[in-house]
């Protein structure tokens, strides 16, 4: 019987062709052309009006890395890293990225790295499959220290896992952070008093990628950041994508700093926040909840 390996994600693939058009900074051993190399023979593809999103994102996430380096993080951990260029781009002495991902993206962004001239060094590539495999266990197995600060980025992932492995997720990067260690993620939100099962439904009706890559959790923004809390992170800083002039929409997408916080309370067994609750919850640079 043959064995079908598992694919490349092509959303992946799709954020890496358009993030390489883009106007980015890099450290001075950096590589600036980091993305374009990666996405050699890659097709393009529209976005559409997740572009402007992508665009405001990439900045978030691109200052985090460099905001983290200067103050003498050593290690920088990509949950869901696809095939994004920041271990090549913000390369730094000293430093050393652990990008986590499906082992078929894994797989073939290795033979990439391996055609860059050491494309692999201060990297390390580990394959994870979020849904069954622990995260806090598999960056003990590759070199990851816990006992010295880290940088933990989870950009564009959470969308597409359910709550209950959302929040195993975020614990088991919490499980490896010591003090004065940052996570920087994004969230997918809607206004309060929206239907969050009806929400998704129409968001994966306009996506051509739905069949392979649903869209599973979008919530109200005190329901994801409750979600933060339950895995063990305090929030310390959420910023809506359409303050950051790209010209995005406000209330989709959140990017969001939060540090360690109390130990994770364990995976929802259900949706946290009924609709008809309205908790308070901190105010949100450029979106204010009602």
Not at 107 to 127: F, M
Not at 193 to 206: E, F, I, P, T, Y
């Amino acid at each position: 019987m043959s064995v079908i390996e598992p694919r490349p994600s092509r959303t992946s693939q799709v954020v890496a062709v358009t993030r390489a058009e883009f106007a980015r900074p890099h450290s001075p051993a950096g590589d600036p052309d980091a993305q374009r190399r990666l996405c050699q023979g890659m097709s393009p593809a529209w976005v559409g009006r997740l572009y402007p999103h992508l665009e405001a994102r990439t900045r978030f996430f691109d200052d985090q890395v460099l905001a983290a380096v200067a103050r003498g993080i050593g290690q920088v951990v990509i949950l869901g890293a696809g095939y994004e260029d920041r271990a090549l781009r913000f390369r730094t002495p000293g430093v050393h990225f652990f990008e986590l991902d499906h082992p078929g993206t894994q797989a073939d962004k290795r033979l990439r790295l391996e055609a860059i001239p050491d494309g692999l060094v201060g990297v390390t590539l580990a394959p994870i499959d979020f849904r069954t495999d622990d995260v806090g266990q598999v960056l003990a197995g590759c070199g990851h220290d816990a006992t010295r600060p880290s940088l933990f980025i989870c950009e564009g992932v959470l969308v597409y896992l359910d709550q209950p492995t959302t929040v195993t997720l975020l614990a088991g990067a919490r499980s490896r952070a010591a003090g004065g260690s940052t996570l920087a993620v994004t969230l997918a939100v809607h206004a309060a008093g929206m239907d969050s099962a009806k929400v998704v439904a129409a968001a994966n009706a306009r996506r051509r990628a739905s069949a392979a890559e649903p869209w599973q959790t979008i919530l109200p923004a005190a329901a994801q950041v409750e979600l933060l809390s339950w895995a063990g992170w305090s929030l310390d800083e959420a910023i809506d994508d359409a303050t950051m002039g790209t010209g995005a929409t406000p209330e989709h997408s959140l990017s969001v700093t939060a540090r360690p916080g109390p130990a994770a309370g364990g995976p929802p067994a259900a949706p946290p926040l009924p609709r008809h609750r309205r908790p308070a919850v901190p105010t949100i640079a450029g979106h204010q909840q009602q």
